[in-house]
């Protein structure tokens, strides 16, 4: 935080932000541009870490907040619960000096209207500080409250993940590294990381992804040495799957089937040095902008269509593809460190209605593949539901398709494809099958 500017002042905005997910359902990610897009780079990083904090750790924030309340609050002081969450994780969670914390805390209760709630922010916060280890030691009872999860994703990673479960839920509440995606048509890893050392970064080669770099500390992409020239691109490493396994051949038909934002569509070309004809479709147009500018950056270019695959008519030229990438859309779960709102606006039931929809999109995908081609399936989901479970019984029912063994370092086999694990070697988590289309 800046010197000079009242410590209610930037909290405000993280508060408005944390609402905006916890209070109206919005995602993270978009209330934050908003409500930093007016601030100097540093303060605009201290805004985005504790609404995350707060947002993260929010479901056993509540539950502290709840036990310590001798009444309820009334729905009107909604916003008032959240603040005492975003006190809360500077506490635990965020190392703000323990007065601070209180201090700034309710003078923001001031600053945005609720002078009632001065007493109750310093009395509940302060018993927080006394009774510190008692309630880190209650919370940590169970696994829900443990990691801030909901017992729906606890179950189903454990589901999914008998021998790991805690470690993955335990990698979730981290905040993820800043990985990068190094252009290998054009430069070497070895290249590129005396590049960063030369600007003063530090960053260490991936142990298992053979074109992805790690940095010691997150910084603005415009800082990163040859990011504009295209030779650097930000990518998780467990991303940078797909288009390794997909492995498009020079000259190929490609359909990267849900493409926005374009990181994978990049890679896609990346691996041959542009040479593809490649189709990029997805039905968000506003997103379709964002692999315009990626692929502009990188100097590629592809066939770009705002469509949707279920309705290949609309889009369709009629001449079957080489290969297909199909990430199709899905919980996220393996992404949640990216995306920590994910444990407030997803529910259980909506995993069955993205399942429906996955294995529809399976099928519509496989009819654009030409016999002897081969189809990528992809999600960064952790649960069985939306991976093997929608895979394994299309492939039963379909006579021409056939699963290709995957055998990539840090991923788990699966009845078909392959898993990785949210927090191996520091990667989101990922699920890849990849389909073989008989000739």
Request: glycine share 8%.
């Given at each position: 935080m ?10 405000r905005?993280?508060l408005e932000a ?5 209070l ?6 978009a209330?934050?541009?908003?409500e ?9 990083a ?5 609404a995350?904090?707060t947002?993260?750790?929010y ?21 008032v ?6 006190g809360?994780?500077e ?8 007065h601070?914390a ?10 945005i ?8 922010v ?9 009774e ?8 940590d ?12 994703l606890?179950?189903g ?5 008998p ?8 990698a979730?509440?981290?905040?993820a590294?800043m ?7 054009r ?5 590129l990381?005396?590049?960063l050392a030369?600007?003063?970064?530090t960053a260490?080669a ?11 500390e997150?910084l603005?992409?415009?800082r990163?040495?040859?990011?504009a020239?295209?030779?650097v691109?930000v990518?998780d490493?467990?991303a ?7 492995a ?5 038909r490609?359909l990267?089937a849900?493409a926005?934002p ?11 040095a542009?040479d ?8 968000d147009?506003?997103r ?5 500018e990626?692929?502009r950056?990188l100097?590629?270019?592809?066939g770009?269509?705002i469509?949707?695959?279920a ?8 001449e079957?593809?080489d290969a ?7 919980s ?7 995306h ?6 997803r529910?259980?039931?909506?995993v069955?209605d ?7 999109l399976?099928?519509?995908?496989w ?9 990528l ?15 394994a019984?299309?492939l ?10 995957l ?6 086999d699966?009845?078909?494809g392959?898993a990785?694990?949210?927090g191996t ?15």
């Amino acid at each position: 935080m800046s010197r000079g500017r009242t410590g209610w002042v930037p909290r405000r905005q993280a508060l408005e932000a944390s609402s905006r997910v916890i209070l109206k359902g919005e995602s993270l990610t978009a209330a934050l541009l908003e409500e930093t897009a007016d601030l100097p780079p540093r303060e605009a990083a201290w805004v985005r870490a504790l609404a995350y904090a707060t947002v993260r750790w929010y479901i056993r924030l509540e539950a502290i907040v709840e036990g310590m309340l001798e009444h309820p609050l009334k729905p009107r002081d909604a916003v008032v619960r959240v603040l005492l969450c975003q006190g809360l994780a500077e506490i635990f969670h965020f190392g703000t000096p323990d007065h601070a914390a209180v201090r700034e805390t309710a003078e923001l209760a001031r600053a945005i209207q609720r002078p009632g709630a001065v007493g109750l922010v310093n009395a509940l916060l302060r018993r927080a500080l006394r009774e510190r280890v008692e309630l880190t030691a209650a919370m940590d009872r169970s696994p829900t409250m443990r990691y801030a999860c909901p017992a729906w994703l606890v179950t189903g990673v454990r589901d999914a993940f008998p021998d790991t479960w805690e470690e993955i839920l335990r990698a979730s509440t981290e905040p993820a590294p800043m990985t990068l995606r190094v252009n290998t048509a054009r430069i070497d890893r070895a290249a590129l990381l005396e590049r960063l050392a030369e600007a003063g970064l530090t960053a260490t080669a991936h142990p298992l992804v053979p074109s992805a770099l790690t940095l010691a500390e997150p910084l603005d992409v415009d800082r990163l040495p040859g990011f504009a020239e295209g030779l650097v691109s930000v990518q998780d490493a467990a991303a940078q799957w797909a288009a390794l396994l997909l492995a498009p051949r020079p000259g190929e038909r490609v359909l990267d089937a849900c493409a926005a934002p374009g990181g994978k569509t990049g890679h896609l070309l990346e691996t041959v040095a542009g040479d593809l004809d490649l189709t990029a479709l997805d039905a968000d147009g506003q997103r379709m902008g964002r692999v315009r500018e990626n692929l502009r950056r990188l100097g590629y270019r592809a066939g770009m269509h705002i469509g949707d695959l279920a309705d290949p008519e609309s889009w369709w030229d009629g001449e079957p593809f080489d290969a297909i990438l199909l990430d199709v859309p899905c919980s996220a779960t393996g992404v949640i460190r990216r995306h920590p709102d994910i444990k407030l606006l997803r529910r259980a039931g909506d995993v069955g209605d993205l399942a429906a929809r996955q294995a529809a999109l399976l099928a519509t995908a496989w009819d654009l593949l030409r016999p002897g081609g081969r189809l990528l399936y992809a999600t960064c989901s952790l649960l069985r539901a939306e991976n093997e479970q929608v895979v394994a019984p299309w492939l039963a029912r379909t006579a021409d398709a056939r699963a290709v063994p995957l055998a990539f370092a840090g991923g788990v086999d699966r009845v078909v494809g392959r898993a990785i694990a949210l927090g191996t070697e520091a990667m989101d988590g990922f699920y890849y099958a990849l389909l073989a289309r008989g000739a």
